[in-house]
């Protein structure tokens, strides 16, 4: 059975500067140690997820305590969605880090 949510699926709501599970805006709650990162959580009371923006409503980045969240668990995945899940990460990453042009 495919999992409720992909990795996939919470990595886009992460680059769109969202709450990885619920899809809500991330709030800034505080600045980074160097003053240049935002730290944004998620506003629902019960959710803990935290990260980092760069810019406000942008994209954002786990903190290691939630990096789990975007991480693929094969062993509840057929091949075939294991696959699917691999090629949609993939992309999402060549989106997200683009080759460098000459």
């Keep these: 059975m495919a999992a409720k949510q992909s990795a996939a699926d919470r ?7 969202r709450c990885p599970i619920h899809g809500l805006d991330m ?3 505080g600045l980074a140690n160097d003053g240049r990162l ?7 009371k019960d959710c803990s997820v935290q990260a980092t923006e ?4 942008g994209e954002a980045t ?3 305590a939630f990096s789990h969240l975007i991480e693929i668990d094969e062993s509840r995945l057929t091949h075939e969605e294991q696959r699917a899940e691999r ?3 993939a992309a999402n990453v060549r989106a997200r ?3 460098p042009t000459s």
């Design 87 to 89: 090629i949609a990460l």
């Design 97 to 99: 880090f683009p080759k």
């Design 62 to 64: 786990l903190l290691p």
């Design 38 to 44: 935002f730290i944004v959580a998620c506003p629902r």
């Design 27 to 29: 709030t800034q709650v």
């Design 54 to 57: 760069a810019r406000p409503f």
């Design 11 to 17: 990595l886009k709501r992460l680059d769109e500067g």
